[in-house]
């Protein structure tokens, strides 16, 4: 890779451009994915090397992306980069149903900030949006949804697989985020637009980590009532075990019956569903409150095998 990185900084800024504007989205990504963050970082270094490669690659940007889901997605996004100790550097661009141009003087709908070398690695297929977002390594700043429906788009240069779909959520890749995650960010991400996916996700997946072997015999019924949304209100879902069998039922009626119903904060619980918060310290500190039989909160809990973080 040092000989690339002598290759593109022989290159004048001409030849840099045609390098990027000319050359197939398939060779440019796997010179992308063979240079490990150092090397990628040394090379964005290299001043012409970066600003023809960051503009090329957003006006080149449906050759990264799906068709269908670029079409999808409307709006104006800034991307404001950062770099080691030096200037952020900002590209504004207009995504107009399967269009991208770049408009520097457009007022953006929401601001994406990022590390420069994650972001060459998202466009390219090889991060994903939501887990960098959850990590705290992507800033979201004006529409959210906005943000990660950008974050959709992108497939495998030379195939027509989707690189990774933020709404995808891989539980593992999720209790790593968390976990090294400020509770502080963690609460902005759960009074924000992308909370509805979070819990969509972790709900759905829900039953994948329930020991059936401990939950044979075990019949319960427990409500969680997951606070912190911005318009005050709290998201409902109620988990049912039976026979070794779990069930997830979101937005319950009023009235419903269950033996224990849990509330507790949103940032909160995906710390708890992560492992991350221990539930009788969270009965403790107050961050969980039961209302109802105890006992059965706890063995839904001891029931419960949730993902450990990497590392």
Do not use: W
């Not at 141009?101 to 709908?109: I, S, V």
């Not at 609460?187 to 401990?214: N, S, T």
């Amino acid at each position: 890779m040092p000989a690339v990185i002598d290759r593109f900084a022989a290159m004048s800024k001409a030849e840099v451009n045609d390098y990027f504007c000319q050359r197939d989205v398939l060779e440019i990504t796997e010179m992308i994915r063979d240079a490990s963050d150092d090397e990628l970082r040394e090379l964005i270094e290299i001043d012409h090397f970066r600003e023809e490669a960051v503009d090329a690659i957003l006006d080149r940007f449906a050759e990264f992306s799906d068709a269908g889901r670029l079409a999808e997605v409307e709006g104006v996004v800034r991307f404001q980069l950062a770099r080691l100790r030096k200037q952020d550097v900002c590209h504004t661009a207009r995504f107009d149903r399967g269009n991208v141009t770049l408009e520097p003087d457009a007022r953006p709908d929401v601001t994406i900030r990022a590390d420069i070398v994650d972001f060459v690695r998202l466009v390219t297929g090889q991060s994903n949006a939501a887990l960098l977002y959850l990590g705290g390594r992507l800033g979201i700043e004006g529409q959210e949804l906005l943000a990660l429906a950008v974050g959709t788009v992108f497939t495998v240069p030379g195939s027509h697989q989707a690189a990774v779909d933020p709404t995808a959520l891989d539980p593992v890749d999720v209790a790593t985020a968390v976990a090294t995650t400020s509770s502080r960010h963690m609460r902005a991400v759960m009074e924000g637009g992308f909370r509805p996916i979070v819990l969509e996700e972790v709900f759905r997946r829900f039953p994948d980590f329930i020991d059936i072997g401990k939950a044979g015999d075990l019949r319960l019924c427990v409500g969680f009532r997951i606070a912190g949304r911005k318009d005050g209100d709290v998201d409902r879902y109620t988990v049912h075990i039976a026979d070794g069998v779990c069930t997830i039922e979101s937005d319950p009626p009023e009235g419903q019956r269950r033996d224990a119903t849990i509330t507790i904060e949103g940032h909160d619980f995906l710390r708890l569903a992560t492992g991350q918060l221990h539930p009788v310290r969270g009965v403790l500190t107050g961050a969980l409150k039961v209302r109802g039989d105890r006992s059965k909160a706890l063995a839904l809990n001891a029931v419960m095998v949730p993902p450990q973080p990497r590392g």
